[in-house]
């Protein structure tokens, strides 16, 4: 069923489709790259035919929440592998945040890394621009007509005004350094953000309670006590009240404990506009996988205890959570073989976002939530809602054909990212994605990837 896709036309026959009115029987046929009729067609003669009985029929799933590593750390990443690894997981869209280097903190920076993106990725992209505390109104209206999706906001993180690099750590007093972007940076910007319809997306952990904390890092309980919950709830109920006098839509990118959902839902009841976003590597560990896994489920913030993990689990079945994303995030697995303190923190991810994410939903007994979680909600809180996540005519077809009776196991030998040992390593998800189609061409099947890097920047749409 898999082989190149050379035909514009293209008939994905039989299988399960799931449309805005929920999943179906039908057949989708896509002509030049675009989802044309959505129901029962007949066999079009000189159209290739997939036959895809048996198989559930997917929008592609638009990860909002990457870090290519290009340019910047070629020894971690680039726009090939991680794009390749997209391509064989469902992925057809990623959103790739700011912090390679030079960062993405104005508009040439994001011509020039759109252009170089554009040569290696096998599946599109788009660009997130950075939110300094020098950023100023002009920049951010810059980085808007080149294409930005959003802007991000690392609080506590400096930037190094020489290198163009954003710091998760430094040393005070650097005259190279940057402040890192505060609350005040947030206040001052966000009307601006606002004002061009984008969202303002942040990393939302309290510089003051972390730096109350810090510590040397030598057991996983030291992870636990220096990046506590209470400086993720205290930063996005700040951030919610700037967001909710600005109007600005906040996304808050990968949520991680009980503390945190709790004053998002209360941000959200009084009407702050609020997206949430968790991470698979939230959802289904906790502190006890340390003894197993060490660093490589070392991320900040940090994985915490089996109360917040099942908390963000029920936060996503009652759709406080809306967005599940990977904040896919490698290093080498040299640099993950150091010491709890000194490894960096993440762990790859877009591979495994979409089997993942069905196998959660099919045990919170409803499967069709997980293209809701990693494609339809992406799309809207992207700006894409008017090409990608949805199947139905005059989408983009991208399409992802997943079989729900053959399990995967996440095994390193076949992840496709530079860094091969991540925080689901071993893992069993009872779907595997057999073909993904990137605007109706083939660019992962059956294990391998097809086709060359044909993947575009994607523009939030205005609103
Ligand atoms: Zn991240």
Known sequence: MTERAAASEILIAGGTVYTPDGPREADVHIGGGVITVVGEVPRPAGAKVVDARGMYVLPGAIDVHVHSRDPGFPQKEDFGTLTAAAAAGGVTTVIDMPNTVPAVDAAGVLESKSALARGKARVDFALWGLLRSGTTAEDLEGLAAAGAIGFKAYLGYA????????LSSYALGD?????PPDYGTLARLAPVIAGLGL???????DPAILGAFRRPLETYADVLAARPAEAEAVA???????????GVRLHIAHLSSAAGLAAAQEAIRAGAPLSVETCPQYLWLSDEDFGRLGTAMKVFPPIRTTRDRDALVDGLARGVITV?????????DEEKAATLDGAPAGTPGVQTLYSSSLELARRLGDVWQAPRWVSEAPAAMAGLQESKGTIAPGFDADIVIVD??????????QMRSRQRHGALEGMEFGFSVRATYLRGALVAGDGRLQGRAGGRLVRPSKR
Do not use: C, M, N, Y
Not at 240 to 246: L, T, V, Y
């Open 324 to 332: 599940v994303a990977t904040d896919h995030a490698p290093h080498s």
């Open 404 to 413: 729900p009776s053959q399990p995967t196991r996440v095994r390193a030998e």
């Open 199 to 205: 969202p303002l997306a942040i990393h939302a952990e």
């Open 175 to 179: 005259p190279d350094l940057e402040a």
């Open 159 to 166: 930037f190094s005004l020489t290198r163009k690099q954003v």
């Open 236 to 246: 996005i109920a700040a951030a919610a009240e700037i967001a909710g006098a600005s």
